[in-house]
Structure formats: C-alpha cells, structure tokens
C-alpha cells in the first residue's frame, strides 16, 4: 500500500520560510514523480511543483517560480519543498502526491493527507 506522510507546515509570517517534506512507504520510490499540491477553502486543488524520479528535472507553477524548490532524495524516499519568501496567498493545505506513469503534471495517483501553511501578514 503505498502511503505518503506529510510534514513542516506551520505558522509563518509573510517573508518567511517552510520547508515541507513528505515521505513514501512503499519501495520503488525512484521509479514515480513526485509531486506537491495545494488547497484552500472553496477552491480547486492546484499543482504546486514537482521533480522527476531522478531529481534532475522540476516543474513549477508560476506562482511560486524563483520562490520555492522541490527536491528529492530517493536513498530516503523522501521529497522536500523549501518554500521561501512565503506570501499570506500561500496559505493553504499542502499536498504530497506520487505517480508512476504520468508526467510532471500529472496525473497523480496516490495522495498524503496533506499539511497546513499558514502565512500571516
């Protein structure tokens, strides 16, 4: 069963940083994208960013180009989100999604259950 824990969110004030992290329980981890998604009430769950199996290529949603970084480590099984220079429009529940067969975009099959950044102004 392939399972996706999430973790790092909190309470930061705007201009601040968060480094999210998610960790996958089953093996093959380097053998699916990874990717991080956010939601807020009312609204659609949007992509976020996300990294290939071997960390070489990433993709970012232009909303947070140049202020956040997806990463992997797949000795670990485990991908970060170092989010920088964080903005009250930031503020949303944090997802950690997995797929083997789709692209950087998706379409994602497994899902955490996500984590809360809240930015204050």
């Known amino acids: 069963q392939v399972q996706l824990v999430e973790s790092g969110g909190g309470l930061v004030q705007a201009g601040g940083a968060l480094r999210l992290s998610c960790t996958a329980s089953?093996?093959?981890?380097?053998?699916?994208?990874m990717g991080w998604f956010r939601q807020t009430p009312g609204k659609d769950r949007e992509f976020v960013a996300a990294v290939s199996r071997t960390g070489v290529s990433s993709d970012y949603a232009d909303s947070v180009k140049g202020r956040f970084t997806i990463s992997r480590d797949n000795a670990k099984n485990t991908v970060h989100l170092q989010m920088n220079s964080l903005k009250p429009e930031d503020t949303a529940v944090y997802y950690c999604?997995?797929?083997?067969?789709?692209?950087?975009?998706?379409?994602?099959?497994?899902w955490g259950r996500g984590t809360q950044v809240i930015v204050s102004s």
């Open positions: 089953a093996p093959a981890f380097s053998t699916s994208i």
């Open positions: 999604a997995r797929t083997y067969r789709g692209t950087l975009r998706g379409p994602y099959n497994y």
